[in-house]
Every structure is written in C-alpha cells, then in structure tokens.
C-alpha cells in the first residue's frame, strides 16, 4: 500500500504562505488521485483540494479556491500545495490522502473521504501573528 508523509508545516503570520508536501513511497503516484484535506480543532476533517492523476482536474473548496493551488509532480513522487494569503481559520492539521484509479475523478466525488486508501499522519498549520 502506498505510504505517504506531508511536511511543510508549521507557524505563519496571517497573510503569508506555506508550501505543503506529500511524499509517497510504496508505489508510483502516477496511479493516484491525490486530495489535501485538513482538520481544525473540535470540527470534522474537510476536502479542500484534489488533483487527479494526470493534473488535469483539479478541485478546491471554496473556502480555499484562489488562494490554495494544488500540483503534483509524478517523477519525484510527491505532491504539493501552495497556500498563499493564509487566514487564521486555516489552521488546522493538513493531511494529503490518495486514491488508486478513477474513482474520484467524477462530479463532488474528490471531496469523499471514503474514497482514498491511503493517508498521511497530517502537518499542522497555525495560522496567527
């Protein structure tokens, strides 16, 4: 099964960026829709961001579209997801999570947790001056 690690976390000032990483290792991530979710204190874990296998759909919640952009790179195995001007509601652990196939490549269907096998152990963000 494929493993993944997230790194890039970490303390940031309202208005400023993070650049979040997701290593994979186990497999070749060509195979994978990867998607970002993140999980704030006391709330439940949300779908933010999806790119599909080839980096052609990609998906952001509104929360995040026009700030967050979400890129892979298939030769390093590894995915990313810029964050610029951060707010302090998007503090919150960042987990990337990965699905074998097609089968969140259709409609809201990447927001799905259900659908991705394979998890990270999360990177906290902190959002605050």
């Known amino acids: 099964q494929l493993q993944l690690v997230e790194s890039g976390g970490g303390l940031v000032q309202p208005g400023g960026s993070l650049r979040l990483s997701c290593a994979a290792s186990?497999?070749?991530?060509?195979?994978?829709?990867i998607a970002w979710f993140r999980q704030a204190p006391g709330k439940e874990r949300e779908a933010i961001s999806s790119?599909?296998?080839?980096?052609?759909?990609?998906d952001y919640a509104d929360s995040v579209s026009g700030r967050f952009t979400v890129s892979r790179d298939n030769a390093k195995n590894t995915a990313y997801l810029q964050m610029n001007s951060l707010r302090p509601e998007d503090t919150a652990v960042y987990y990337c999570?990965?699905?074998?196939?097609?089968?969140?490549?259709?409609?809201?269907?990447?927001?799905?947790?259900?659908?991705?096998?394979?998890w990270g152990q999360g990177t906290q963000v902190t959002v605050s001056s």
């Open positions: 999570a990965a699905s074998l196939g097609s089968k969140t490549m259709y409609g809201s269907s990447w927001s799905i947790r259900g659908l991705y096998e394979s």
């Open positions: 186990g497999g070749t991530l060509d195979s994978y829709a």
């Open positions: 790119i599909g296998k080839s980096s052609i759909k990609l």
